[in-house]
């Protein structure tokens, strides 16, 4: 029954993160920009989610500037690295389980575990996925029909690396390597996935298990909705630092020397945010509010779709 976990959860998660594209591409491109310096300079590319939403759609159309970049890669993930962290969630969780009867409750601490293991594992295995997007997203913009370079984004006036995404895995590979290119900003994605996975998918089983006993609610969309929307916000602040440092670390800069550290940019992203706890945390937060835009109207569709096919496939609800 695994592969049909695994697909309904990468079906629900397709259709979901697709209708939020635009929200991630944004979410990339303001963790991305460049420190700003301390005093004077000019201002940033974007200055906020709806500045830099707005600014997109005039220069590159809604379509061209956020829905398209990433979006192939978006899909792709869906099916591999989203469906099998969530898919193999029930079976980890129940081979982590010491209950021998199956109506006792399951620790929250077992469902932690099993959403970490899921979510670390499919994160190490499918991390070029997450790289190659990322890419897609922060290189979008309208090419110079003339010159042939980006005239608008983030790397305006500079050449697009990538044609498309299918062809950016060879490439990355030739011009980077494995370990340097495809697994680039590993650490980070396992580290952010098992936050991701064990807050998510833990918080979302707990939660429908506590209202149901509470309230009195049955198995159904308006449980599955509510549960999921509190879920997603949940996961979405426990791991928002470490998804800024996977996107900085994961793009590398153009004008960054070959042999530079990937976590240079996030030092002086550090170094330049003022300093302090304060500094410390507006810059591992940059994106937070389009971040938790995206994740609650993402988990208002995915984990109930996801509950919906799993019924279609014969599962039991999650």
């Not at 899921?118 to 003339?146: E, K, L, W």
Request: overall charge positive; hydrophobic content about 40%; proline content about 7%.
């Amino acid at each position: 029954m695994i592969w049909k976990e695994v697909l309904a959860a990468g079906g629900g998660c397709a259709i979901a993160d697709s209708l939020l594209n635009p929200l991630e591409v944004m979410k990339v491109k303001l963790q991305l920009l460049p420190p700003s310096p301390p005093t004077g300079g000019s201002p940033p590319y974007y200055s906020g989610m709806i500045s830099g939403l707005s600014k997109c759609v005039a220069e590159d159309g809604l379509v061209s500037g956020l829905y398209v970049p990433g979006l192939v890669a978006t899909n792709i993930r869906a099916f591999t690295y989203t469906g099998f962290r969530i898919g193999l969630y029930p079976t980890v969780r129940n081979a982590l389980s010491s209950n021998t009867d199956a109506s006792a409750p399951i620790p929250l601490t077992t469902k932690l575990g099993a959403g970490a293991i899921t979510g670390a594992i499919s994160a190490a295995i499918f991390c070029p996925v997450d790289v190659v997007r990322v890419r897609m997203q922060a290189q979008s913009g309208t090419v110079n029909a003339t010159t042939g370079l980006l005239k608008t984004g983030l790397n305006a006036g500079q050449p697009r690396r990538y044609s498309s995404t299918l062809g950016a895995f060879p490439q990355i590979l030739r011009e980077e390597g494995a370990a340097a290119g495809l697994w680039r900003g590993s650490l980070p994605t396992v580290i952010r996935a098992a936050g991701l996975s064990g807050s998510q998918l833990a918080s979302y089983e707990t939660l429908k298990t506590v209202v149901k006993d509470a309230m009195g609610w049955k198995e159904g969309p308006v449980l599955h909705l509510s549960c999921s929307l509190a879920s997603g916000l949940i996961a979405q602040t426990v791991i928002q630092p470490v998804d800024t440092i996977r996107s900085v670390v994961m793009v590398p800069s153009a004008t960054a020397a070959s042999t530079a550290s990937p976590w240079s940019p996030v030092v002086q992203g550090l170094k330049s945010s003022g300093g302090g706890l304060a500094g410390s945390l507006r810059f591992l937060y940059r994106g937070y509010v389009v971040a938790c835009c995206r994740q609650g109207p993402i988990m208002l569709i995915q984990m109930p779709l996801v509950e919906q096919l799993r019924l279609q496939m014969g599962l039991d609800h999650f």
